[in-house]
């Protein structure tokens, strides 16, 4: 018999891993959402502090492909003061 949570798995690129492998990975990239639209309502916002916590904006990603993502992308966030255009209307 084994010892907890060592024995649940989950699949992640078509693999199976052990769960303390596991990453809790943002679906789209926290940086392109603060970019997209959370820039807009301004850090530490409701609306930005909710998207954080929304669990369906997270999946169980390889702790080892997510990590190498986040570092490798040329993206970086947009100056808070930066952001100029049309509100845009809260979803939280």
């Known amino acids: 018999m084994g010892d907890g949570y060592r ?22 990239d926290a940086v392109t959402y603060w970019n997209r639209r959370g820039g807009y309502f301004g850090p530490k916002s409701k609306e930005v502090r909710a998207w954080m916590k929304d669990p ?32 845009e209307q809260p979803n939280y």
């Open 56 to 87: 369906d904006n997270y999946e169980l990603e390889y702790y080892s492909t997510n990590r190498s993502r986040g570092g490798s992308t040329p993206e970086r966030y947009r100056d808070p003061g930066g952001f100029v255009g049309p509100a």
């Open 7 to 28: 024995d649940i798995l989950f699949e992640s690129n078509g693999k199976w891993y052990h769960i303390k492998d596991a990453d809790m990975s943002h679906l789209e």
